[in-house]
Each structure stands twice: as C-alpha cells, then as structure tokens.
C-alpha cells in the first residue's frame, strides 16, 4: 500500500527526530526537552483565530514536559520571508538567550527563523545577510568562529515546502523582490513535528500552493538526480508524486478529511526526502524572481511543464514514469508507448497543465495579474547569480549561466503564452 510505503521512506529519512501523524502535538515538549531547557517559540499568525488552538496546544506540551519559556512568543514571518521579518526574529531570539527554539508555522516563517538563528548567532562577525546565501557559507562561518547554532524543533502545520524536513531556507529581499536561497546542513532542523490535524483549518489556496510544491520538489529531483542516485530517488519521488496528484482534489473537496491530509502530508514530507537526496532546479529557480505576482507553489505549477519540455530528449525512460502517473490519475489520454522525446514531454505538459486548470491554477504567465516584460528580465538575471548556480547545476540538461538567456529565455518566453513548439533545446 502506498501510504505504508511512504512511511517507511519518511521514518528511514528521519528515524526518531520526526513525528508524524494525527495527534502527535502532545509529544512536543518530550521531544524537545534533550535539546535544552529554556524555550523561545516562534509562531505564525499569534493572534489569528484559526491559530490559537495550535499555539495553546504547543504551550501545553511545552509546559507539561517541564520546559521554561524564554519570554513571550514571537511573531512568525509574513510570506516569502522577507529579510525584515528574519531581522525582528533574530532581535528577539538575542533578548531572550534560549537553549532552544521552536518554531511553530509553515515554509516561509521557518525558513525565516532558520535564517534568524543562524544570524543571531554570526551577525557580529558576519553582518551582511546576504554572505549566508548560497551553499554552505553558514557552516564555513561556524567553523571559522567555532560556533554553534541555536538547536531548533519545527513544528508544521501545513503540508507544502517541507521547510521542517531540509537544509534549504528561502528568503526575500522585498526591495529587488527577489528570492534569495541558503543550502546548508547547519539551518536542518534536528528534531521536527507534523500533526495533521493542524492542517485542516488551512485555507483552500495554502493547501493547494502546498501540494504543488510537494509535487515540483519530487519532479525537479526525479528529473535531474544523478543516475548512481537513482533508485532511491525513483521510489521516493514517484510515491511522492502519485500521493499528491491522486489526493489534492479530495481534499479540497473535504477539508476535514484526515485520511487524505495525511496522504498530502506523507505526500509533500516525500518532496523534503527527495530534495535532501538531489535538488530542485529550473522551476524552482525562476519561481524566486516571481514572487510579487505568484505564490511559490503556482509558480512552480505554472513553470514545470515547460522544463518538463525542455528536458524530455535527455530523460525519455524517466519521464515514461511519470506519464504513466498522470495517466491512471486521468489526466494523460493519449498512448504513450509510441510518443518519444519532445512529444512524449509535450503530453506530459499538457497532463500536468490539465491538473493545473482543474483546481483554478494559471499555466500562463499572461493570465497572470500583475504580469510584466520585467519579470522575464528578472529571472533571467537572477539565474546567472553565483548564489543559485546550484539550480543550474540540478538541472539533467547541462546549463550554465551563458546558456540563460539563450536557452531559458525560449522557456519563460513559451510560458507567457503556452506556446510549447518555441522552447529551444540544448
């Protein structure tokens, strides 16, 4: 059974540093307590009514296990994290000198708090946010100072980034409106917890955000995972992917319905799996320059096909993979077996858009509002910074950032219009 599977890949990714499952809000303060004894929690929304019964529920466990808190709680981020919000979190972390942190929200006010804490702890030595941007730089700061980061706990409560899960961290400076990326083992949460109960109160767009993040984490490792990597990733990703895509209408159709926000759940911690064993690449990539008119999880939706596209000539066998997916989920009518290359990646791209159009989802950036010439300029910018070479490099058509403008223009130009025959390959 595919829900038996995917827990079995979920506690082999995590072991004992992550619980899961409905109800589990109750073990928090055990989990925690190893770490230290002083708290300051981090959490999204105080205030917000749908919130308080979360943040009553972290407290009580907190309390009951013995913990101290370090102060009052403090506001998680808005969303895309941006560097204003990591900055305020960092401040109060500092004033009240926790043993611990727990941060209690979704992807964006946890990658804030990651950001947060590496920064109270090197800001003194390093001030410049935007040194810790790329890969590996915390741990190298750590070394170079012998420190050590502030342990932190997550507590999720909405299936989606997977933020609880990974070494990734995703911030804004909201001035360029551009996304900046951190990758580093040092900001991994070494203990995490999923109640998914909490995700029933969730809006309909955060969960649908959520579950398309979940499937692009799967997709863009799936595609781009080196093949001495493979078979592990194939296993994680596919069962990730048909999780997701099987699920994401039922459970919009029936928010209460524990079975299948478990199914999202296990479904996007996949996606966590998946890019802790490769990385995401293009979709991903350009989704940071897209920010002030898209969520992350509709530009990633919105973006996929078209690099699904571009890719097909160099991943045919893996991409027969994923047609057969959306083939017996519906969305894939024509016979596959006798569609090679770029065909079979245009069929593909038009099953994925096809899931896109069914849940309100744009697949062009023209039906986009606020869309403009600019932000293709943008993204194709922001591909050759040196900060997210990564992405290229994840990506199973070689590209550098001399190919960007001739080779990813013809990709964000095809996605203005849905016009697929225009994306170029290498």
Same mark, same amino acid.
């Given at each position: 059974?595919?829900? $038996? ?18 109800? &589990? ?20 929304? #105080? ?12 407290? %009580? ?5 013995? #913990? ?56 003194? +030595?390093?001030?410049? =946010? ?18 050590? =980061? ?33 990758? $580093? ?7 995490? #917890? ?42 994680? &990703?596919? /069962? ?9 209408? %039922? ?14 759940? !296990? ?17 991903? #990539?350009?989704?940071?320059? @897209? ?47 006798? !569609? +090679?290359?770029? *065909? ?19 697949? /062009?950036?023209?039906?986009? +509002?606020?869309?403009?010439? *600019?932000?293709?300029?943008?993204? @194709? ?9 990564? +992405? !290229? ?12 403008? *001739? ?12 016009? @697929? ?6």
């Amino acid at each position: 059974m595919m829900r $038996d599977l995917a827990i079995q890949l979920i506690r082999e990714f995590k072991g004992n540093n992550y619980l899961f499952g409905n109800g &589990c809000i109750k073990e928090l303060g055990k989990h925690t307590a190893p770490l230290g004894k002083r708290v300051s929690i981090v959490a999204l929304s #105080l205030g917000k009514t749908w919130a308080k019964p979360v943040h009553d529920a972290v407290l %009580k466990s907190i309390q009951n296990a013995g #913990l101290t808190l370090a102060g009052e709680m403090i506001n998680g981020a808005a969303p895309n994290a941006p560097y204003e919000d990591v900055f305020r979190i960092c401040s109060e972390i500092k004033k009240q000198k926790p043993d611990v942190v727990v941060s209690v929200g979704a992807g964006s006010s946890i990658d804030a708090t990651k950001a947060a804490i590496a920064y109270s702890v090197l800001s003194d +030595k390093y001030p410049d =946010l935007n040194d810790y941007f790329g890969m590996g730089y915390i741990t190298k700061m750590l070394q170079e100072t012998n420190r050590k =980061l502030i342990p932190m706990v997550v507590v999720q409560v909405t299936s989606g980034s997977a933020a609880h899960l990974t070494k990734y961290a995703n911030v804004t400076d909201m001035k360029l409106q551009q996304k900046m990326l951190i990758i $580093d083992d040092a900001v991994t949460p070494p203990k995490a #917890l999923f109640d998914y109960t909490f995700s029933t109160s969730q809006p309909k767009d955060l969960t649908l955000d959520g579950s398309f993040d979940g499937i692009s984490h799967c997709l863009e490792v799936f595609m781009g995972i080196p093949q001495d990597k493979f078979e592990k990733a194939k296993e994680i &990703c596919l /069962t990730g992917i048909e999780l997701i895509v099987n699920n994401v209408k %039922k459970v919009i159709a029936n928010p209460s319905d524990l079975t299948a926000r478990e199914t999202i759940g !296990l479904g996007t911690d996949l996606g966590g799996y998946a890019i802790m064993t490769g990385g995401t690449s293009g979709a991903h #990539l350009n989704s940071f320059s @897209l920010t002030d008119i898209l969520t992350h999880g509709r530009a990633v939706a919105l973006m996929n096909p078209y690099y699904v596209v571009f890719f097909s000539t160099a991943i045919e066998t893996r991409l027969r993979m994923i047609a057969d997916i959306y083939k017996r989920a519906g969305y894939l009518k024509e016979n596959t077996s006798s !569609l +090679k290359g770029r *065909e079979l990646g245009m069929a593909i791209a038009k099953a994925m858009m096809s899931l896109s159009k069914e849940i309100g989802f744009p697949t /062009t950036l023209s039906e986009v +509002k606020g869309f403009k010439d *600019e932000h293709v300029a943008r993204c @194709l910018s922001a591909a050759k910074m040196p900060a997210m070479e990564s +992405k !290229l490099k994840n990506m199973p058509v070689a590209m550098t950032a001399d190919h960007v403008d *001739e080779y990813m223009g013809t990709i964000l130009r095809a996605s203005m219009t849905g016009n @697929l025959e225009i994306i170029k390959s290498i």
